[in-house]
């Protein structure tokens, strides 16, 4: 079994002082990454795994990353993937559920890649793609004026506006968009 690799969750400690993004200094020291955990300001998930191999040898790793209620049920998770073939039978599961899902919604490839697109716009929101500040300003309703038309505030918002009767099939492709959004556990008013 391999020795269990470092990490470093804290971007100030992985950087260092006087060193920058393209040469932090964790790199640098050569050293195990500091395994820092907790509340940071900035965080990060920087992990190191040292691996010595024979000559015109070569391996496979897999890092996963998993999430539970305590860190027993987590443990338990990640033990259930130690095997290099659970993780890829695992991930042929879920290519074959998405193209299942993709196909009883009518969305073809170049769909799924703009919906992708979309929703990556939507969880990590670009400055651009936001309101006007003052536009933002003059709202008096707060989250609580959403919520007659249905919608939480809890949620990313995506809003479209339809110009034309044409236009309906945008509405058609965004409805089936957020439709697979849904079964994939994402929720988007």
Known sequence: MARAGSFETDRARFVGRGSSLRAPGALARREELGRSTGATLDPIMA??????LP??????????????GSQEAVLAQVQSYR???TIRE??????VQT?????DLDLDTDLLRRGQRLLSALLYPSPALRAAPETL????LGQAGLWGHGISGDYPILLVRIAQKEEGDTV????RIHAYWRKQGIKID
């Open 47 to 52: 992990i190191s795994q040292e691996v010595t």
């Open 55 to 68: 000559p015109h040898a070569s391996t496979s790793i897999a890092y996963v990353t998993a999430a539970a």
């Open 83 to 85: 095997h290099l073939a």
């Open 90 to 95: 695992a991930m042929e599961r879920a290519r």
């Open 99 to 103: 193209q299942i899902t993709a196909r």
């Open 137 to 140: 300003a003059a709202n008096r």
């Open 172 to 175: 058609e492709a965004l409805l």
